[in-house]
C-alpha cells in the first residue's frame, strides 16, 4: 500500500529506508533545479529507484515536496525560538546570527529549497508564513523592541533586524557558488562568524 494511506502499520525498516533515500534525493534535485524545474525521474534516479518504486512511496512531486518543507519549517524556526529574552541581549542576538550562519553551513540545500519556494510566492507554505513564522517573529521583535527601550541595546527596527540577520546569514547557502568562486580557495565560514558579529555588535551596542 503507498505510503502515507496506512498510517496504523507501521514502516518496515527497507520502507524507511527508501523513503530516507527519496527524500535526500528529492532535496538535491529540487534545490538545485526548484520544484518547477524538478521531474519524478530526476529524483527517481537520484536515489537510485525506479520511478513506479518511488510513486509506492510518495504519489506525487508535490507530495514530496510538502513533506520536505513541512519538515523544514521546524528546523528554520529553532534557532529564533533559543533566543531567550532573559539572557543578555547582545549576546542572544549575536548567539542568534551565529545559530543561523551554521544552519547555511549544515543545510546549504535546505536553504535553497525554503529560497526557492519564496521566491515562488511560498503557495505551499504561505499559511505557515502568516501564521507559525508571523507569530514566532511577532514575539521575539517584542523581546528585541523592549530591549531597546530599556536601553540594553541600539535603537533598532526589530522585523528590518530580523531580516537583516536572515540576508547576511543565508546569503552563504543561497549563494554558495557565488560566495566560493569570489573566494577562490578561502573556506566562507572561516571568516564569516567574526565578521558577522563585528558587524552586528556595532549595530546594536548602544
Not at 53 to 81: C, Q, V
Not at 179 to 205: N, S
Amino acid at each position: 500500500m503507498p505510503d502515507g494511506q496506512d498510517t496504523k502499520r507501521p514502516r518496515t525498516r527497507i520502507q524507511q529506508r527508501n523513503r530516507d533515500l527519496i527524500l535526500g534525493a528529492a532535496l538535491e534535485v529540487f534545490s538545485t533545479h526548484g520544484f518547477r524545474g524538478a521531474t519524478l525521474d530526476q529524483i527517481a534516479t537520484e536515489a537510485g529507484l525506479s520511478k513506479p518504486n518511488l510513486l509506492y512511496y510518495f504519489p506525487s512531486k508535490e507530495a514530496i515536496h510538502n513533506e520536505l518543507l513541512s519538515g523544514l519549517m521546524d528546523t528554520w524556526l529553532d534557532p529564533m525560538r533559543a533566543l531567550e529574552s532573559s539572557g543578555e541581549p547582545i549576546a542572544e542576538l549575536l548567539a542568534y546570527v551565529d545559530r543561523k550562519l551554521e544552519m547555511s553551513r549544515l543545510y546549504p540545500r535546505e536553504s535553497r529549497l525554503f529560497a526557492n519556494e519564496i521566491v515562488q510566492g511560498a503557495p505551499r507554505i504561505l499559511e505557515a508564513l502568516k501564521g507559525e513564522l508571523k507569530e514566532l517573529v511577532d514575539e521575539k521583535a517584542a523581546v528585541i523592541r523592549d530591549w531597546t527601550k530599556q536601553g540594553k541595546i541600539a535603537d533598532v527596527h526589530p522585523y528590518h533586524l530580523i531580516f537583516s540577520i536572515w540576508s547576511l546569514t543565508q546569503h552563504y547557502a543561497d549563494f554558495d557558488v557565488q560566495v566560493r568562486a569570489v573566494l577562490g580557495d578561502e573556506e566562507p565560514y572561516d571568516a564569516a562568524p567574526a565578521y558577522l558579529r563585528e558587524i552586528f555588535l556595532k549595530i546594536l551596542t548602544p
